[in-house]
């Protein structure tokens, strides 16, 4: 039986420049989900290089950096009964061209260097990521 959780979400740079965050927004709510807090703010590298240390080893680390850091994003917190998985159901698979259409990813994202949202992977990032983004 899930419990009520709280997960960290993030709209990154990609779609907060094409101006999709409401229909973003829009497909959280639908899932019955709550906005508990949002904020559009802009990241610095040193955020970024913690957020991402566990792939600070690939090859893609720098491009990733200079992507989130790139524009605004907005960061929210997000609660709901079983929120962590369910917002990664409704986010879909990190590499778009294998996220399921109807998913966040799959429908509005193409590849893999730009997947449009974060969100996190288990209850106990949720927690550090809530903090490290908004203390
Ligand atoms: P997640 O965002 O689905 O949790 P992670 O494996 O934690 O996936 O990767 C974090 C982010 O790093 C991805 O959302 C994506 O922006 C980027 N990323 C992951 N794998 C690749 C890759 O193979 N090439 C380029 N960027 C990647
Ligand atoms: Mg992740």
Known sequence: MPSIEKTFIMIKPDAV???????????????????????????????????????????????????????????????????????????????PQDAAPGTIRGDFAIDVNSNVIHGSDSLENAAIEIERFFG
């Open 17 to 95: 420049r094409d101006r999709k965050s409401g229909l973003i927004i829009d497909r959280i709510e639908r899932c019955g989900l709550t906005i508990e807090r949002m904020e559009k703010c802009e990241l610095d590298d040193e955020t970024v290089k913690v957020h991402y240390a566990h792939l600070a080893d690939k090859p893609f680390f720098g491009d990733l950096v200079a992507f989130m850091t790139s524009g605004p994003v907005v960061k929210m917190v997000v609660s709901g009964l079983g929120a962590v998985s369910k917002m990664r159901t409704l986010m879909g698979a990190t590499n």
